[in-house]
Nanobody, 115 residues
Framework: QVQLVESGGGLVQAGGSLRLSCAASGSISSFNAMTWYRQAPGKQRELVATITSNDGTYYTDSLKGRFTISRDNAKNTVYLQMNSLKPEDTAVYYC?????????WGQGTQVTVSS
């Protein structure tokens, strides 16, 4: 069983930045991949960014250049740096881990971008 705890969300003005953190209970260096998703009110959950075990990264096209995913294996933590935030980035952001034993979700952290 893997537990994921997100933090770093909050209220920010358009154009601002936030860094989300996802702390895992296991050794993320052994995870297949870790992914950030987001879900805005009334919308489906969408993939934001993924980082694989060999540090490959993938981003949803619309977010490339503004969002950066990274990880610190020593801290078992994955980060999502979000810059130039827009009101449409408002959503609950979820951390997801793809592990050999299964797939796990965090509880989410709210990001609200005001115009």
């Amino acid at each position: 069983q893997v537990q994921l705890v997100e933090s770093g969300g909050g209220l920010v003005q358009a154009g601002g930045s936030l860094r989300l953190s996802c702390a895992a209970s296991g050794s993320i260096s052994s995870f297949n991949a870790m992914t950030w998703y987001r879900q805005a009110p009334g919308k489906q959950r969408e993939l934001v960014a993924t980082i694989t075990s060999n540090d490959g990264t993938y981003y949803t096209d619309s977010l490339k250049g503004r969002f950066t995913i990274s990880r610190d294996n020593a801290k078992n933590t994955v980060y999502l740096q979000m810059n130039s935030l827009k009101p449409e980035d408002t959503a609950v952001y979820y951390c997801h881990a793809n592990v050999g034993s299964g797939r796990y979700w965090g509880q989410g952290t709210q990001v609200t971008v005001s115009s």
